[in-house]
């Protein structure tokens, strides 16, 4: 090998951030085992950001518009209606826009079922006024997009911890520290520059949940995400998209916890990981590495420089195309129906009740976070599409030498490991909790039958995962290929 290339792109983008901090006093029990309702201040800002790609400036269906939004995710209703409202008042498809929440578990439950709680009444007001913001910056960055180059540079960070933990006294699965078990630790980090080099945005892709606050944490927080961007910004001057990884049982190592510092700590860490990893990118766009002979010395050296790409392949930095994949998935047999969840939690409520009266404090605690986990199953299986298979899609983009995988859903890390383990040759972008989280987790399948949480979460059968993984494969194949269109033109198809 006498050569290394950078995976990069050329494409237009475009980029804008605003400030989406809810008010004081807003419902904010996120965790069942929470004992507030109500916000009681702001540790820091929530931010939404957008970021356009386009082929083209004057093709607008060429273009994919994601926004960056710090929340935990929205339910499907809630979510529907947010994506409506900005695609209307932008004027665009709402099959291109991709909310990629942070996932923040310390944002804030924003329901509207909870609007007769302590602050729910700030929900429907927020979501509107949220929508409103989304739009402007999309606005935004759409009169920004100008040409662009994209490098992409690796990385890695011990922050994300595996969290299938057995308990050594019970022998139940929890979700916690599972220190005998190694995590993907990998962070891609990417630098986006207009042609005189002015840096437009960052890029941070990385698999962990943002769980570092928890019950005992009371305030309205970015967790990690908001540190980590505030390393990056302070740097390089620019905003910093997030992007969550495929971390379904990875979690920070030191969290659930209500100390704040704790996630500027576990933010800090990432943010120098990905600083780390952009200055170790060319410091030109359309350049690849390579070794350029031996030099006599003290001793015989081999030299190496960056050099112009060759014409073949500055135009494969050009492509920029989609494809639709889709899969039928089987329902896993064990989640019940709402009828048995409705009985479930009237048998809780009954039980909390005796337990209120009896003053035994402990077990109300345990009891409301065990009817709050039905109410949350409740959600979950009414907004699924009816039959014993859900209709799984996705659209899978690449641009240049990348390719993104953007997923509705919280995903076992083995589906980015596989992936890049199979096309080690490109750069493999892959986002959860994108448009929310309908199928919610999808373990792979020796996680199921050990009590873990995931599965119990899940509403899809054992061996989905692995399904997903073969289909999503199959479409980065064929985006893959050689291609003899013009390298800006945009195809669409469906692989199933």
Known sequence: MTQLSTPQAELFAGTARIDITPPVGIYHRMWGAATHDQATGIHRPLTATALVLSSDQQKPRHTQYLLAVDHCLLWPQEMRQ????????????????RVCFSHTHGAGLMGLERAALPGGDLIEPYLLDLASRCEQILNRAI???????????EGHCGLAANRDFRDPQTEEFVCGFNPRKAADDKLLAARITDPAGVLLATVVNYACHPTTLAWDNTLISPDYPGAMRE??????????????????ELGPRDGFVGDTEVADRNGRQLGYAA??????????????????????SGATLGSWEHRPLPETARQQ???????????????????????????QRDQLEQ??????????????????????????????SGSLPQGTHYPWQTQILRTGQIIWVLLDGEYYSVLQTELRRRFPDWCIIVGTVVNGSTVW??????????????????????????????????????????DSRTPAENSAGAVE
């Not at 990056?232 to 495929?246: D, N, Q, R, S």
């Open 143 to 153: 009169a920004e997009l100008r040409p662009a180059n994209m490098l992409v540079a």
């Open 441 to 482: 987790y999808l373990p792979d399948r020796q996680s199921y039958g050990l009590g873990l949480y995931q599965e119990q979460a899940s509403v899809l059968a054992a061996g989905s995962l692995e399904t997903v993984i073969e289909t999503v494969a199959k479409g980065i194949a064929t985006l893959c290929e050689p």
């Open 231 to 248: 390393v990056v910004e302070a740097a390089t001057g620019a905003p910093c998209f997030f992007l969550l990884g495929a971390c379904g």
């Open 317 to 343: 930095t050009a492509v920029f195309c989609q494809l639709t994949v889709s899969a039928s998935l089987r329902y896993g047999s064990e989640f019940p129906t709402d009828e048995q969840l409705l009985q």
């Open 351 to 380: 039980r909390r009740l005796q337990a209120e009266l009896a003053g035994n404090e402990t077990q109300v605690k345990e009891l409301r976070a065990l009817i709050e986990r039905v109410d949350r199953s409740r959600i979950r």
């Open 275 to 296: 600083l780390a990893a952009l200055e170790s990118l060319p410091p030109a766009p359309l350049t690849h590495f390579c070794y350029s002979g031996p030099v006599t």
């Open 82 to 97: 947010l994506r409506q409202r900005i695609a209307a008042s932008c004027h665009l498809e709402e099959s291109q826009l």
